[in-house]
Protein backbone atom coordinates (compact mmCIF):
# COMPACT_ATOMS: atom_id res chain seq x y z
CA UNK A 1 0.00 0.00 0.00
CA UNK A 2 1.63 3.22 -1.34
CA UNK A 3 0.23 6.18 1.36
CA UNK A 4 2.42 9.20 0.35
CA UNK A 5 2.11 12.98 2.58
CA UNK A 6 1.53 15.75 0.35
CA UNK A 7 1.69 18.98 1.61
CA UNK A 8 0.96 20.67 -1.23
CA UNK A 9 -2.90 21.50 -2.87
CA UNK A 10 -0.97 22.32 -6.09
CA UNK A 11 0.33 18.84 -6.74
CA UNK A 12 -0.68 17.53 -9.56
CA UNK A 13 -1.35 14.39 -8.30
CA UNK A 14 -4.34 15.64 -6.70
CA UNK A 15 -5.59 17.07 -9.69
CA UNK A 16 -8.94 15.01 -9.70
CA UNK A 17 -9.96 16.10 -6.41
CA UNK A 18 -9.25 19.90 -7.16
CA UNK A 19 -12.56 22.57 -7.51
CA UNK A 20 -15.38 19.39 -6.39
CA UNK A 21 -17.74 22.35 -5.97
CA UNK A 22 -17.50 23.88 -9.88
CA UNK A 23 -20.34 21.91 -11.63
CA UNK A 24 -19.51 23.03 -14.53
CA UNK A 25 -15.75 21.48 -14.24
CA UNK A 26 -16.70 18.39 -13.24
CA UNK A 27 -19.40 17.55 -16.37
CA UNK A 28 -16.04 17.95 -18.03
CA UNK A 29 -13.87 15.95 -16.19
CA UNK A 30 -16.10 13.58 -14.62
CA UNK A 31 -17.00 11.69 -18.43
CA UNK A 32 -14.39 13.16 -19.94
CA UNK A 33 -11.66 11.08 -17.81
CA UNK A 34 -14.03 8.27 -16.72
CA UNK A 35 -14.12 9.25 -13.49
CA UNK A 36 -16.49 10.17 -10.30
CA UNK A 37 -15.76 11.18 -6.45
CA UNK A 38 -16.76 8.65 -4.06
CA UNK A 39 -17.24 10.46 -0.45
CA UNK A 40 -16.39 8.35 2.92
CA UNK A 41 -15.85 4.94 3.88
CA UNK A 42 -19.33 3.78 3.82
CA UNK A 43 -19.74 5.30 0.04
CA UNK A 44 -16.45 3.87 -0.98
CA UNK A 45 -16.81 0.44 0.44
CA UNK A 46 -19.89 0.46 -1.57
CA UNK A 47 -18.11 1.33 -4.52
CA UNK A 48 -15.91 -1.33 -3.73
CA UNK A 49 -18.46 -4.35 -3.23
CA UNK A 50 -19.85 -3.12 -6.79
CA UNK A 51 -16.63 -3.74 -8.51
CA UNK A 52 -15.63 0.07 -9.22
CA UNK A 53 -11.87 0.47 -9.23
CA UNK A 54 -10.41 3.55 -7.55
CA UNK A 55 -7.61 5.91 -9.27
CA UNK A 56 -6.81 7.05 -5.68
CA UNK A 57 -7.74 7.92 -2.21
CA UNK A 58 -7.50 11.12 -0.41
CA UNK A 59 -7.36 10.71 2.87
CA UNK A 60 -6.80 12.71 6.22
CA UNK A 61 -4.04 10.93 8.69
CA UNK A 62 -6.77 10.84 11.11
CA UNK A 63 -9.08 8.16 9.14
CA UNK A 64 -5.45 6.49 7.41
CA UNK A 65 -5.62 3.51 8.84
CA UNK A 66 -9.17 2.58 8.51
CA UNK A 67 -8.61 3.23 4.85
CA UNK A 68 -5.88 1.08 4.64
CA UNK A 69 -8.22 -1.93 5.73
CA UNK A 70 -11.04 -0.44 3.64
CA UNK A 71 -8.57 -1.18 0.64
CA UNK A 72 -6.88 -4.11 1.76
CA UNK A 73 -9.81 -6.17 2.96
CA UNK A 74 -12.91 -4.92 1.39
CA UNK A 75 -11.94 -6.47 -2.16
CA UNK A 76 -10.43 -9.55 -2.59
CA UNK A 77 -6.32 -9.18 -3.34
CA UNK A 78 -6.26 -9.61 -6.92
CA UNK A 79 -9.15 -8.29 -8.46
CA UNK A 80 -10.11 -5.72 -10.38
CA UNK A 81 -10.51 -3.08 -7.42
CA UNK A 82 -7.46 -4.79 -5.78
CA UNK A 83 -6.43 -1.99 -3.01
CA UNK A 84 -2.78 -3.13 -2.38
CA UNK A 85 -2.25 -1.16 -6.14
CA UNK A 86 -3.93 2.05 -5.09
CA UNK A 87 -2.01 5.43 -4.35
CA UNK A 88 -2.94 7.42 -0.80
CA UNK A 89 -2.92 10.42 -0.79
CA UNK A 90 -2.25 11.93 2.75
CA UNK A 91 -3.65 15.50 3.80
CA UNK A 92 -4.08 17.80 6.40
CA UNK A 93 -7.98 19.08 6.89
CA UNK A 94 -6.69 22.35 5.84
CA UNK A 95 -5.20 21.23 2.14
CA UNK A 96 -8.17 19.07 2.07
CA UNK A 97 -10.38 21.81 2.26
CA UNK A 98 -8.25 24.04 -0.34
CA UNK A 99 -8.74 21.55 -2.56
CA UNK A 100 -12.37 21.05 -2.42
CA UNK A 101 -13.88 24.33 -1.24
CA UNK A 102 -15.75 22.70 1.96
CA UNK A 103 -14.52 21.48 4.94
CA UNK A 104 -14.19 17.17 4.50
CA UNK A 105 -15.80 16.14 7.74
CA UNK A 106 -15.75 12.21 6.91
CA UNK A 107 -11.84 11.59 6.08
CA UNK A 108 -11.81 10.78 2.90
CA UNK A 109 -12.67 10.83 -1.39
CA UNK A 110 -11.67 8.22 -4.00
CA UNK A 111 -11.56 8.99 -7.64
CA UNK A 112 -13.08 6.27 -8.81
CA UNK A 113 -13.20 4.65 -12.47
CA UNK A 114 -16.70 5.60 -13.81
CA UNK A 115 -17.67 1.84 -14.87
CA UNK A 116 -18.96 1.36 -18.61
CA UNK A 117 -22.35 1.88 -19.31
CA UNK A 118 -24.95 -1.21 -19.39
CA UNK A 119 -27.17 -2.01 -21.98
CA UNK A 120 -31.16 -1.02 -20.91
CA UNK A 121 -31.79 -4.47 -21.62
CA UNK A 122 -29.70 -5.79 -19.77
CA UNK A 123 -30.53 -3.53 -16.54
CA UNK A 124 -34.32 -4.52 -17.20
CA UNK A 125 -34.22 -8.32 -17.95
CA UNK A 126 -35.42 -9.68 -15.02
CA UNK A 127 -36.81 -6.12 -13.24
CA UNK A 128 -40.67 -5.80 -11.99
CA UNK A 129 -40.75 -2.41 -11.12
CA UNK A 130 -38.14 0.43 -12.62
CA UNK A 131 -37.62 4.00 -12.02
CA UNK A 132 -37.40 6.07 -15.02
CA UNK A 133 -36.15 9.62 -14.02
CA UNK A 134 -36.82 12.39 -16.82
CA UNK A 135 -34.51 15.26 -17.02
CA UNK A 136 -34.48 15.43 -13.34
CA UNK A 137 -31.15 18.24 -12.61
CA UNK A 138 -31.25 18.28 -9.23
CA UNK A 139 -28.48 15.96 -7.68
CA UNK A 140 -30.24 15.74 -4.43
CA UNK A 141 -33.48 14.49 -5.79
CA UNK A 142 -31.38 12.11 -7.84
CA UNK A 143 -29.26 10.54 -5.17
CA UNK A 144 -32.93 10.47 -2.47
CA UNK A 145 -35.00 8.61 -5.67
CA UNK A 146 -31.99 6.33 -5.80
CA UNK A 147 -31.79 5.73 -1.55
CA UNK A 148 -35.71 5.08 -1.69
CA UNK A 149 -35.44 2.97 -4.73
CA UNK A 150 -32.86 0.93 -3.03
CA UNK A 151 -34.74 0.97 0.65
CA UNK A 152 -38.26 0.14 -1.01
CA UNK A 153 -37.44 -2.36 -3.56
CA UNK A 154 -37.33 -0.94 -6.99
CA UNK A 155 -35.16 -3.54 -9.55
CA UNK A 156 -33.55 -0.71 -11.13
CA UNK A 157 -33.28 2.97 -12.77
CA UNK A 158 -33.22 4.08 -15.29
CA UNK A 159 -32.47 7.95 -16.21
CA UNK A 160 -33.04 9.98 -19.54
CA UNK A 161 -30.09 11.74 -21.52
CA UNK A 162 -30.20 15.02 -19.88
CA UNK A 163 -30.90 13.49 -16.10
CA UNK A 164 -28.71 14.91 -13.62
CA UNK A 165 -25.62 12.00 -13.32
CA UNK A 166 -26.32 9.49 -10.06
CA UNK A 167 -22.45 9.26 -10.14
CA UNK A 168 -22.30 12.75 -9.09
CA UNK A 169 -20.54 13.61 -6.11
CA UNK A 170 -23.32 15.39 -4.37
CA UNK A 171 -26.11 12.18 -5.75
CA UNK A 172 -23.90 9.49 -4.58
CA UNK A 173 -23.38 11.11 -0.99
CA UNK A 174 -27.31 11.95 -0.61
CA UNK A 175 -27.78 8.42 -1.72
CA UNK A 176 -25.34 6.79 0.81
CA UNK A 177 -24.02 5.30 -2.01
CA UNK A 178 -27.08 3.09 -2.71
CA UNK A 179 -26.49 4.24 -6.62
CA UNK A 180 -23.86 1.11 -5.89
CA UNK A 181 -26.18 -1.19 -5.29
CA UNK A 182 -29.17 -0.33 -7.49
CA UNK A 183 -28.72 -1.35 -11.10
CA UNK A 184 -28.85 2.06 -13.35
CA UNK A 185 -28.24 2.74 -16.90
CA UNK A 186 -29.29 6.01 -19.20
CA UNK A 187 -32.29 5.67 -21.81
CA UNK A 188 -32.39 6.48 -25.22
CA UNK A 189 -34.67 9.49 -26.31
CA UNK A 190 -38.51 8.65 -25.87
CA UNK A 191 -39.02 7.42 -28.91
CA UNK A 192 -36.88 4.53 -28.83
CA UNK A 193 -36.88 4.46 -24.77
CA UNK A 194 -40.67 3.44 -25.44
CA UNK A 195 -40.19 1.07 -27.54
CA UNK A 196 -37.45 -0.82 -25.42
CA UNK A 197 -39.71 -0.61 -22.11
CA UNK A 198 -43.34 -1.70 -23.99
CA UNK A 199 -41.16 -4.65 -25.87
CA UNK A 200 -39.83 -5.61 -22.29
CA UNK A 201 -43.51 -5.88 -21.14
CA UNK A 202 -43.53 -2.85 -18.98
CA UNK A 203 -46.19 -0.98 -19.05
CA UNK A 204 -45.44 2.83 -18.51
CA UNK A 205 -47.16 4.64 -15.62
CA UNK A 206 -46.64 8.63 -15.44
CA UNK A 207 -46.43 9.95 -11.64
CA UNK A 208 -48.23 13.12 -12.89
CA UNK A 209 -51.14 15.62 -12.26
CA UNK A 210 -53.83 15.49 -14.65
CA UNK A 211 -57.78 15.57 -14.87
CA UNK A 212 -57.98 11.66 -16.24
CA UNK A 213 -54.88 10.73 -13.95
CA UNK A 214 -55.77 6.97 -12.06
CA UNK A 215 -55.13 7.50 -7.92
CA UNK A 216 -52.32 5.50 -7.32
CA UNK A 217 -54.17 3.31 -4.37
CA UNK A 218 -56.46 2.31 -7.34
CA UNK A 219 -53.59 1.58 -9.66
CA UNK A 220 -51.72 -0.65 -7.87
CA UNK A 221 -54.81 -2.73 -6.76
CA UNK A 222 -54.31 -3.99 -10.35
CA UNK A 223 -50.83 -3.39 -10.67
CA UNK A 224 -49.65 -4.66 -14.15
CA UNK A 225 -46.78 -7.43 -13.70
CA UNK A 226 -43.75 -5.29 -14.93
CA UNK A 227 -44.49 -1.23 -14.54
CA UNK A 228 -41.99 1.60 -15.11
CA UNK A 229 -42.47 4.63 -12.63
CA UNK A 230 -41.96 7.76 -14.71
CA UNK A 231 -40.98 10.57 -12.60
CA UNK A 232 -40.02 14.19 -13.80
CA UNK A 233 -38.12 17.23 -12.73
CA UNK A 234 -39.40 19.04 -9.75
CA UNK A 235 -41.68 22.15 -10.70
CA UNK A 236 -41.90 21.47 -14.24
CA UNK A 237 -42.85 17.73 -14.07
CA UNK A 238 -42.92 15.17 -16.77
CA UNK A 239 -42.73 16.27 -20.53
CA UNK A 240 -45.03 16.37 -23.05
CA UNK A 241 -43.12 13.16 -25.00
CA UNK A 242 -43.21 11.31 -21.10
CA UNK A 243 -46.74 11.51 -20.98
CA UNK A 244 -47.58 10.72 -24.75
CA UNK A 245 -45.22 8.17 -23.88
CA UNK A 246 -46.99 6.57 -20.94
CA UNK A 247 -49.48 4.00 -21.18
CA UNK A 248 -51.76 5.44 -17.88
CA UNK A 249 -51.37 8.80 -16.24
CA UNK A 250 -51.23 8.28 -11.93
CA UNK A 251 -51.39 10.82 -9.49
CA UNK A 252 -50.90 10.48 -5.53
CA UNK A 253 -53.98 11.77 -4.03
CA UNK A 254 -53.15 14.83 -1.95
CA UNK A 255 -55.35 17.14 1.14
CA UNK A 256 -54.80 20.27 3.07
CA UNK A 257 -54.26 22.05 -0.57
CA UNK A 258 -51.80 20.85 -1.74
CA UNK A 259 -51.43 19.60 -5.12
CA UNK A 260 -48.12 17.62 -4.92
CA UNK A 261 -45.12 15.84 -3.09
CA UNK A 262 -41.17 16.96 -3.64
CA UNK A 263 -40.17 14.32 -6.23
CA UNK A 264 -38.19 12.59 -3.88
CA UNK A 265 -41.18 11.96 -1.56
CA UNK A 266 -43.29 11.29 -4.20
CA UNK A 267 -40.98 8.49 -5.40
CA UNK A 268 -40.80 6.86 -2.22
CA UNK A 269 -44.68 6.89 -1.32
CA UNK A 270 -45.37 5.92 -5.41
CA UNK A 271 -42.25 2.61 -4.68
CA UNK A 272 -43.99 1.77 -1.36
CA UNK A 273 -47.47 1.50 -2.90
CA UNK A 274 -46.06 -0.25 -6.31
CA UNK A 275 -44.15 -2.41 -3.85
CA UNK A 276 -43.78 -6.02 -4.53
CA UNK A 277 -46.40 -7.74 -2.13
Not at 33 to 50: H, M, N, Q
Not at 161 to 185: E, H, I, K, N
Request: with cysteine; aromatic share 4%; proline share 6%.
Amino acid sequence: MDATLISDAADPRLADYRDLTDVALRRVIEPAGGLYIAESAKVIARALAAGHRPRSVLVQEKWLDEVVRLLTDAVPVGSPADGDDVPVYVVTPEIAETLTGYAVHRGALAAMHRPAPLPVEEVIADARLVVVLEDIVDHTNVGAIFRAAAGIGADAVLVSPRCADPLYRRSVRVSMGTVFQVPWTRLPEWRAARSVLRGAGFELAALALADDAVALDEYSAQRPERVALLLGAEGDGLSRRALEAADTVVTIPMAGGVDSLNVAAASAVALWELRAR
